[in-house]
């Protein structure tokens, strides 16, 4: 069974760092594009970044270019999202996504499968 597993969200402070992760099992990342999005409170999914099956990344959103770094560890079947001097703006509910075809797209609706979501709450 293909899951996704969020983990790393969390309150932080103005300027501060976290590292989202996230857990794929059931299918290799060889294999599969994955999609960071985010959703704020009364706003539509956003698409952040993504990283296509051979590795390569795209940024979509230009409010976190220069801030968000995405990675993978093909051993560890797991991505992460580096998020660094984040700002109130960046506060919302996390979530990575997997595409059975391995380039990336920026639309919610090219991804099949997705994770539950991390809160990232970004205040002082």
Do not use: H
């Not at 996230?22 to 539509?44: H, N, V």
């Not at 099956?53 to 801030?67: E, I, L, M, N, P």
């Amino acid at each position: 069974q293909l899951q996704l597993v969020e983990s790393g969200g969390g309150l932080v402070q103005p300027g501060g760092s976290l590292r989202l992760s996230c857990a794929a099992s059931g299918f290799t990342l060889d294999y599969y594009a994955i999609g960071w999005f985010r959703q704020a409170p009364g706003k539509e999914r956003e698409g952040i970044s993504c990283i296509s099956s051979s590795g390569g990344g795209t940024k979509f959103a230009d409010s976190v270019k220069g801030r968000f770094t995405l990675s993978r560890d093909t051993a560890k079947n797991t991505v992460y999202l580096q998020m660094n001097s984040l700002k109130p703006e960046d506060t919302a509910i996390y979530y990575c996504a997997a595409r059975n075809v391995g380039l990336c797209v920026s639309l919610p609706s090219g991804y099949e499968y997705w994770g539950q979501g991390t809160q990232v709450t970004v205040s002082s």
